[in-house]
């Protein structure tokens, strides 16, 4: 980052091709230094895509009570972006002021509270593919023990349009991105599409190994609808899968994103639930129901 900022010069940086939707965000001496990062940051280098996935979490932020910013950004939720013209009209109304904050040092403060370890290590593997199409020859071949995976739930949200500051960053669109993705309000076509993505997993899990969905409930007129337990029922079962249980997680409104929806609010998922499953029967510890009465830490953990 330090070499980053020192080959930055303000001056050598164009706004004319940035979008209205974006400039009405940041201020000019922040765009300039997002921009810069942007065009600098090479995701195919690990220190570079570190330093991508941390702007994507600090693009837009409510601000403090004090007026300082979590984000580089005017108030704003920082989990899913709020359709351009309501941000707009927002700005306006509210007559919010651009902040000028300086994005090198923001970032450094971060890099400061993440606690990074001294030395790398190596994890898993990622990769993008689409999960609908047989997977990799690679994938196959070394049969991972975990997978933990949250399918597109019944047209709850639109990833690519509530993430439409992000993409811009990642230089896509949000209409292609939705386009690429499952989205479907019919639970016919969302049961089919399970189930070719569950026996592409069954291809691909060791036999020994587990495979996580989440999966929340979705709103069907006036009634919730068990999405998970339709999964089971009518995709899973009949794939021989094993099951060692279908885990309610239901999600106290206080701690739910959508709670500034106003009329909408407690609308969309009420409950999450958590299919864990294995290829052949394998022996757990007794599954504990997850609570929102106890804080629970990590400090101190190396594992």
């Known amino acids: 980052m330090a070499e980053l900022r020192r080959g930055y010069v303000a001056e050598s940086v164009s706004l004319i091709d940035e979008p209205p939707q974006i400039t009405m965000l940041y201020s000019e001496y922040t765009l300039k230094q997002l921009v810069y990062l942007r065009n600098h940051l090479n995701r195919e280098d690990y220190v570079d895509c570190f ?8 693009l837009h932020a409510n601000h403090q009570k004090n007026g300082a910013s979590r984000g580089f950004s005017i108030s704003m939720p920082n989990t899913f972006a709020m359709a351009p013209g309501y941000v707009e009209r927002y700005i306006k109304e509210h007559g919010l002021v651009r902040p000028d904050v300086d994005v090198f040092a923001m970032l450094e403060q971060r890099l400061d509270r993440i606690d990074l370890p001294t030395a790398r290590r190596d994890g898993g593997k990622t990769w993008s593919h689409d999960a609908t199409v047989p997977p990799p020859a690679w994938l196959i071949g070394q049969k991972p023990k975990l997978v933990f995976t949250s399918p597109p739930y019944l047209q709850v949200i639109k990833y690519g349009k509530y993430n439409w500051v992000r993409l811009w960053f990642l230089g896509e669109l949000p209409a292609e991105v939705d386009q690429r993705l499952m989205a479907s309000a019919s639970l016919s076509r969302y049961l089919d599409f399970m189930k070719i993505v569950s026996a592409n997993l069954r ?11 989440v999966i929340g409930d979705v709103r069907r ?44 609010s407690g609308r969309a998922t009420k409950v999450d639930r958590l299919l864990l499953l294995s290829p052949t029967p394998q022996e757990l510890p007794e599954i504990t129901p997850p609570s929102w009465a106890q804080q629970l830490s990590f400090a101190g953990a190396r594992t």
């Open 221 to 264: 007129g006036e009634r919730d609808l068990n999405l998970a337990q339709e999964v089971w029922d009518n995709v899973l079962q009949a794939q021989d899968w094993h099951l060692h249980g279908i885990i309610a997680d239901a999600v106290p409104q206080q701690h739910k994103v959508s709670r500034i929806w106003k009329h909408n």
């Open 203 to 213: 291809r691909v899990v060791a036999e020994d190994g587990y495979v996580c969905f």
């Open 51 to 58: 330093w991508v996935a941390i702007i994507l979490g600090m």
